[in-house]
Every structure is written in C-alpha cells, then in structure tokens.
C-alpha cells in the first residue's frame, strides 16, 4: 500500500456542504492556506436524490451568494425561491383552496434559494479545488490523534491502495451525523425534540397550483408560484414539505412528533403513501400517479440533537450537522452552517496570525443562537393543525430571525460581539423574549382552537414595517449604529410580544370556557407578561402596530385587546 505524509494548515473530514463550503471559505479569505478535505463519498454525486436540506433562507442565501460569491451558480444552476408557504389543515383536506393559507405575494426583497444539493456539492467541489484546496475522495478515516501541546495533530486516512498521515494544524469535523471527532471526545448532548422524518424524491414537476381549480384562489398569488415556495401542508402534530428541485425533481418530506404520530406508520414508501392518504390525500395522490419516478425513500428517526462543545483553543471545531442538528421546518441548518464556518474562520486565521484565543465567545454564541432556534420547535409540533396560533407563530418566528441574528450576520457582527456587549445583551434578551412567547403558543393553543377556513394571510401585508426589518438585514449600518439598530428592534420585539399577550387575553374574555379566562387572567397577572403588555400599550401610542397578525388578519376593527 503506498503511503503518503502532507502537513496541512486545515484539515476538514467531510466534503459534503459545510466542510466543502468551509474550504472556500478560508481560502477566500487567506488564498495561501493549505486546505485538504476529505470525504468518504466518491465525486459526482448524484443530482436530486443526494440529501435532504434543500431549502434555504436568507442566512444561507447570503453565505453561499456573498460571502463565497457564488451568486452566478445560485442564480443560474438553483431556483429561487418564493418565500415559505404553509396550508393548515382543513376538515379532510381535500381541497387545499379552502385551508388557511400563509405566505407572500410577491418575491421577498432579499433572496434565498431551493437547493439542489447534489448539484451545488459537485460545483463546490470543484471551486474548492480551483481555490486551491485539495478535495479528496471515496476516503476513510482510520485514526485520529489531537495533539494540542504540540504543533500539529496526526490523521491517518485509507483510500483504496494508499494511506495518508495527514499532520494538521488545525482539525474540522464536517463529517455530518456520523461526528467522528464529537464522537471521540464525547460531546453528544441530547434535546428534548424528538421528531422523525421520512422523505422521497420525484423526477417530476409536483405543482400545489394544480391541485384547485378555484379562481378566486389562483387570484391571490397572481403570478403563480406557489410551486416555487417552500409549501409545508401542516396538520396536528406533523408537516410535510413539498420543495422543487432545478434538476426538474420534487422532494417531498413527513415530519412528526412521535407522540401522535409514531415513526413507524410512515417509515417506508408504502405506509408513507398509506399515512398522506389519511392526512393529505391530494399529496399521496401525486405520489401515486407518479410512482414509477420516485427515485429514493429515506428516513431519519430522532434527528434532534446537540453538543456540550463546537469549538476549542486545542485547534479543532465541529461544524455543520456534526455539531448541532435542530429541525427542518424553518431551514435553519445552511444558517447555523454559515454562522458556524465563519466563526471557525475566524478562529483559523486568528491563531495563524498569532492573535488571542477567541474560542469562547464564539462557543457561547453559536450554542446561544442554536438554543434560540430550538425553542422554537419544543413541545410545538401539536400546535401545527391550529390554524390562529400556528400563523401568528410563524409570524413572530419570522420577525425573531430577521430583527436580531439576520441583522447581526448579514453585518459580520456574530464574530466580534466579544466588543459589543449591547449587541450581545440584546441577544440573550432575544432568547429570553423567544422563550417566553413560545411557551405562550403552547399555552393559547391548550384552551383555544377555532375552526378556521378560507383564510389568506400575506405576512407583507399584515405588517408593512416587515418589508424595512427585511431588507434592514442588509443596510450596511456602520458598528455604532449597528447596536443602536440591535436595540431597537429588541424594544419591537417587547413590543410585539406584549401586543399577543394583550389580544390573546382580549380573545380568551370572549370565550365560555372557563380554562381561557384562567389564562388570561394568568397572563395579565405575571409579572413578565403583564410588563410586556404594559411595554405593548405604552409604545403603541407612539408606534401603532396592527393587532390582526395575531388573529388571522381579521379587520383591525374586530380585533379587541384586553382592558
């Protein structure tokens, strides 16, 4: 067996999207480094059937366009995408015309993409190579030794007839869920989000616009495009996905919370149609006229987790779905990869040009804001067939993301926030504020879940402020009024968090059960709760923020806050 030693400056297991991304990355920014990625997959892969994460938002979006420049890629070889879309559940769920519909009319002003993620792999790939990097495939490895003391680590890697010992400065482990280093040193922590997924590929065009023919329907989205969404059909407990892929496929994903929908009446191709035919019968109808082209069937039990630790002052880091996993619903994975591969970067270049050990912090932050997207998705999945909650839910979720962790990201502030202690308060005021109105979800749900049908809500045209918080992302503020901005949108989210306890507990008066006038009551008397409200009514003199996102996008005049 021939065997071979090469010192390298990074060393990244996984060649998949985040470390392939990764190796840009840092040869982007220092185009001397010596960068191998290693992958045990051999390249091309194969386009559509390859792996799922094929959504993404506007974090991702702006990584992969700006920050690696690969807009000419994104914009030619993926389709962009038309904002998340959602239809909750509606009697039997027959007519998807007469389900409560949630999402834009017109393309968001920043963009984001649906990935084809074979595709983008085979291109990364290459770029990576043409930057320099080496990208070796169909590579296994054997053994791994960190040497923190010493300047580099020892890597043995087996290829079909060679061995490698590679002796790097620093060790990334983009090895997806298999997490070989996390693995070896421990790390794995548990959540307490334990969903399930079962998902399938279509070499087919799958268009929701088909599935009515009702005109006053097609008439709220004029131009069409609902294929071009995220569309999610959402019931009790459960999701599926309907993402369109540029190689001309369709995946097409059950996700569910086990406790209503155990794992195994959807973890094979047959009892997934059998699961869609109860739940989304026109959803299991496209499968089945399209059966001959379904091109894969895979599933993923308690996909779920976390870790104690991401990065360290020994040298190595985990990033991507080696480190953390969260949910699929909102696409959060290609941000926290991007948040992640930059925050190593920085640590990367940082050691090499003899500077402070930054490893800390930038843990600190990236668990912080992993921890911010989790308590989304906790205990929800029930509330995902009430049609009032779940829309003013998204809503919120929406705003959390563009108001705090999108601003600072899109301005390259999540690396220095160690100099920016406001920005910092702010976002663990985030988290706390997140947390809180989550819990709040699950509380309105328990004692009030109207019937609800016909329902459009654009989100643009609830909120006019949204479109200002949207493309505020990419203002290009200079650092000072950066943190101002920070702050601002913070003293927002109290506000807008007030306004749903204030309108909730006005709806709840109005009901005959006595468990909704408990709650109310209980919101109104607890003392975070009650400031919020306060905070509410007093900003509002000043700043009037429209109560129906909170009820559907009734008329304002119906909507009642409490006294």
């Known amino acids: 067996m021939k065997q071979e030693q090469h010192e390298v400056d990074v060393l990244i297991i996984g060649g998949g999207i985040a470390g392939l991304t990764l190796s840009i990355q840092l040869l982007r920014e220092r185009p001397t480094l010596n960068v191998a990625v290693i ?51 509606n009697g039997d769920n027959t007519d998807i015309a007469r389900r409560v519909e949630y999402g834009q009319i017109t393309h968001a002003p920043l963009p984001a993409y649906q990935i084809d993620r074979g595709r983008l792999e085979n291109h990364l790939a290459k770029h990576a190579e043409e930057l320099g990097a080496t990208v070796l495939t169909g590579e296994q490895v054997r053994q791994i030794n960190l040497l923190p003391d010493q300047e580099r680590h020892q890597v043995t890697v087996f ?12 060790l990334i482990d983009a090895s997806g869920r298999a997490s070989v280093l996390k693995r070896k040193l421990n790390l794995q922590r548990p959540v307490g989000h334990t969903m399930n997924a079962s998902w399938l590929r279509i070499d087919a065009e799958i268009d929701v616009e088909s599935w009515s ?124 990869m991007g948040i992640s591969n930059g925050l190593i970067t920085d640590l990367v270049l940082n050691d090499l040009d003899g500077g402070q050990d930054r490893s800390i912090i930038h843990n600190q932050v990236y668990l912080l ?66 947390t809180r109105v989550q819990q709040f979800f699950r509380e309105w749900h328990a004692v009030d879940n109207p019937e609800a049908s016909d329902v459009f ?71 975070t709760t009650s400031e919020l409200i306060a905070k509410h009514r007093k900003l509002n003199e000043t700043n009037p923020i429209n109560p129906s996102w909170v009820s559907l996008g009734y008329d304002t005049d119906t909507v009642r806050e409490a006294g």
């Open 457 to 527: 809500a654009d989100p643009y045209s609830l909120m006019e402020f949204l479109v200002d918080l949207h493309t505020g992302m990419d203002a290009g503020l200079p650092p000072d009024e950066l943190t101002e901005q920070v702050v601002k949108n913070v003293t927002l989210l109290e506000q807008l968090s007030g306004q749903l306890f204030a309108v909730a507990s006005a709806r709840l008066d109005g009901l005959a059960d006595p468990r909704a006038h408990a709650q109310a009551k209980a919101w109104r008397t607890e003392p």
């Open 213 to 336: 023919q009702d005109p006053s329907w097609k008439e709220r989205v004029p131009s069409g495009l609902r294929r071009l969404s995220t569309n999610h059909l959402m019931g009790h407990g459960y999701w599926v996905w309907l993402i369109p892929l540029s190689s001309g496929a369709t995946s097409i994903g059950i996700v569910a919370d086990p406790r209503i929908h155990p794992h195994a009446t959807f973890n094979t191709l047959d009892k997934a149609i059998s699961w869609l035919s109860q739940r989304e019968p026109q959803c299991a109808e496209e499968i089945r006229d399209h059966i001959d082209q379904v091109l894969d069937f895979r599933v993923m039990a308690n996909y779920a987790y976390g870790a104690q630790q991401v990065y360290s002052a020994d040298r190595w880091c985990l990033t991507g779905e080696a480190g953390v996993s969260i949910d699929p619903l909102y696409s959060s994975g290609g941000d926290l």
């Open 39 to 89: 992958e045990r997959q051999f390249h091309p892969v194969a386009e559509a059937a390859h792996k799922v994460g094929e959504s993404s938002v506007e974090m991702q979006a702006h990584y992969l366009r700006t920050v690696l420049g690969l807009q000419q890629h994104m914009d030619n070889e993926q389709l962009h995408k038309f904002g998340l879309r959602i239809f909750i559940e």
């Open 159 to 170: 290829g079909e007839s060679h061995q490698i010992d590679f002796a790097p400065r620093w």
């Open 369 to 434: 804001l992993s921890q911010i997207w989790l308590v989304a998705y906790e205990d929800l999945y029930p509330v995902m067939g009430n049609a009032q909650v779940m829309v003013a839910k998204v809503i919120w979720d929406t705003i959390i993301y563009w108001a705090v962790p999108g601003l600072l990201y899109f301005h390259d502030r999540l690396k220095t926030l160690s100099e920016d202690l406001g920005s910092l308060e702010s976002l663990y005021r985030t988290w706390e504020l997140h």
